[in-house]
């Protein structure tokens, strides 16, 4: 990654990687210097990707997930998964309708709208058989 | 996370406490089920008290979709009440504010759901 500070670490592909995550990131944030308001969103963030590729690009099957965090900025910090499962975008799959009543609401979907929220950037592309999903974070003002 | 039930008149009040993760959607689900299956008309209203928990992800926002809609078939009522910041933007987010009723405080929701409850509430 073109950044500064890099930290990476590799977890198996399962939704029990997600406290290894980040448990890593915030401290990584705190080393870094950044202030931790915005460790919860992180959080979050980490939680609904890491699921999404264990259910989507490797479709609960065995596999490694690479997470790298950098500072880009002296005040963003950049987010990369790296998979090994199956082509999947995360970042084009549809939002549910937001506007419907209860009765008419989907059950789930919510979980890539909560991600684009909370992220400035967020960037897909499939490169040598693997998925990479890029996603920056202001952490400072 | 944790869930501890105060009955108020017509009023379920469930405690909820921790974080409503991957992790703990499930064990949240379980502890609701009971409870949203009583959940009709006005004889049973559900109220959530939010204050205690620090961290919601879409894992627990699809327990409260499935709450929500199961008390609406039922013709019953669920609302949530003190909502911190995080879980705050994560239902401005998903729009869950304009799904549920949400109150500022636990006497607030009282108030707007059951005056037997709000009563027996102050009597306490």
């Given at each position: 990654?073109?950044?500064?500070?890099?930290?990476?670490?590799?977890?198996?592909?399962?939704?029990?990687?997600v406290?290894?995550c980040t448990?890593?990131v915030?401290?990584?944030?705190?080393?870094?210097?950044?202030?931790?308001?915005r460790v919860p969103e992180l959080e979050l963030v980490i939680e609904e990707v890491v699921?999404?590729?264990?259910?989507?690009?490797?479709?609960?099957?065995?596999?490694?997930?690479?997470?790298?965090?950098?500072?880009?900025?002296?005040?963003?910090l950049?987010l990369?998964f790296?998979?090994?499962?199956?082509?999947?975008?995360?970042?084009?799959?549809?939002?549910?309708?937001?506007?419907?009543?209860?009765?008419?609401?989907?059950?789930?979907?919510?979980g890539v709208?909560l991600v684009r929220a909370m992220v400035?950037?967020a960037?897909?592309?499939?490169?040598?058989?693997?998925?990479?999903l890029?996603l920056?974070v202001?952490?400072?003002? | 996370?944790?869930?501890?039930?105060?009955?108020?008149?017509?009023?379920?009040?469930?405690?909820?406490?921790?974080?409503?993760?991957?992790?703990?959607?499930?064990?949240?689900?379980?502890?609701?089920?009971?409870?949203?299956?009583?959940?009709?008309?006005?004889?049973?209203?559900?109220?959530?008290?939010?204050?205690?928990?620090?961290?919601?992800s879409?894992?627990?926002?699809?327990?409260?979709?499935?709450?929500?809609?199961?008390?609406?078939?039922?013709?019953?009522?669920?609302?949530?009440?003190?909502?911190?910041?995080?879980?705050?933007?994560?239902?401005?987010?998903?729009?869950?504010?304009?799904?549920?009723?949400?109150?500022?405080?636990?006497?607030?929701?009282?108030?707007?759901?059951?005056?037997?409850?709000?009563?027996?509430?102050?009597?306490?």
């Amino acid at each position: 990654m073109p950044t500064t500070n890099t930290a990476s670490l590799t977890v198996p592909a399962e939704v029990e990687s997600v406290t290894r995550c980040t448990e890593f990131v915030a401290a990584w944030v705190a080393a870094a210097g950044f202030p931790l308001a915005r460790v919860p969103e992180l959080e979050l963030v980490i939680e609904e990707v890491v699921v999404n590729i264990c259910q989507h690009a490797y479709g609960d099957a065995p596999g490694e997930i690479e997470f790298f965090c950098a500072s880009s900025s002296s005040r963003d910090l950049v987010l990369e998964f790296i998979d090994s499962g199956k082509p999947f975008n995360m970042l084009t799959l549809p939002a549910p309708d937001f506007t419907a009543e209860v009765e008419q609401r989907q059950v789930g979907g919510l979980g890539v709208p909560l991600v684009r929220a909370m992220v400035e950037t967020a960037t897909y592309r499939r490169e040598s058989n693997r998925n990479i999903l890029r996603l920056s974070v202001r952490l400072a003002r | 996370m944790e869930c501890k039930l105060r009955e108020i008149a017509n009023v379920a009040l469930i405690q909820v406490a921790g974080r409503i993760d991957h992790t703990t959607a499930k064990a949240f689900e379980d502890a609701l089920s009971p409870h949203v299956a009583g959940c009709a008309g006005e004889e049973k209203i559900l109220l959530l008290d939010f204050s205690g928990v620090t961290f919601i992800s879409s894992a627990g926002l699809r327990v409260l979709m499935i709450a929500a809609k199961q008390c609406r078939k039922q013709k019953g009522k669920i609302a949530l009440a003190a909502l911190q910041p995080m879980i705050q933007e994560v239902f401005q987010i998903s729009r869950f504010d304009s799904l549920f009723e949400v109150f500022p405080t636990v006497r607030a929701a009282l108030q707007a759901i059951s005056p037997a409850a709000v009563s027996a509430y102050d009597g306490q």
